[in-house]
């Protein structure tokens, strides 16, 4: 891992029990989403606001070593709070596996925002209901490795 500061865990129970459990069996373990066996990885972020470590677990949408976050918040008409904290420190690890990576996040615009957008649909179709359920167009950030 490459980021280093205070960690902050999730004041969601679940999200904290899932992270630790995935770093804790290097991945082998709570690897999808709530047991429902869609695929995720865990995405290590610095707090806009509190500048702490903070770890969330997200969908796995991965094409040629470069993933998508996807700040769906499942369709709520408010961001993600690792939303924030991406367009304030664009640097992020990725644990895909057993070991965490370093990626810089970038917010996808236009026809590049289009193309990684249908790409995560069709990973995970549940995407596209969650933009039916909300009026703002849900960010799409492109991750990519930084090593």
Do not use: C
């Not at 700040?71 to 709520?76: I, W």
């Not at 990725?94 to 069709?122: I, M, N, S, T």
Request: glycine share 8%; hydrophobic share 35%.
């Amino acid at each position: 891992m490459t980021l280093q500061g205070e960690y902050a865990p999730s004041k969601a129970g679940w999200v904290r029990e899932q992270v630790a459990k995935y770093e804790a069996s290097g991945g082998a373990e709570a690897n999808t989403l709530r047991d429902t066996g869609y695929p995720i990885v865990v995405i290590t972020s610095i707090g806009a606001k509190s500048g702490k470590l903070r770890k969330n677990p997200v969908m796995r949408v991965e094409r040629d070593g470069k993933y998508v976050a996807i700040a769906s918040k499942g369709g709520a008409p408010d961001q993600p709070e690792w939303y924030f904290n991406f367009l304030a420190h664009p640097e992020v690890d990725l644990q895909d596996g057993p070991e965490a990576k370093p990626y810089r996040a970038r917010l996808l615009e236009g026809d590049e925002r289009a193309e990684w957008w249908q790409f995560a649909v069709d990973t995970w179709p549940t995407y596209a209901s969650y933009q039916e359920k909300t009026d703002r167009e849900i960010p799409v950030f492109l991750l990519e490795p930084t090593d």
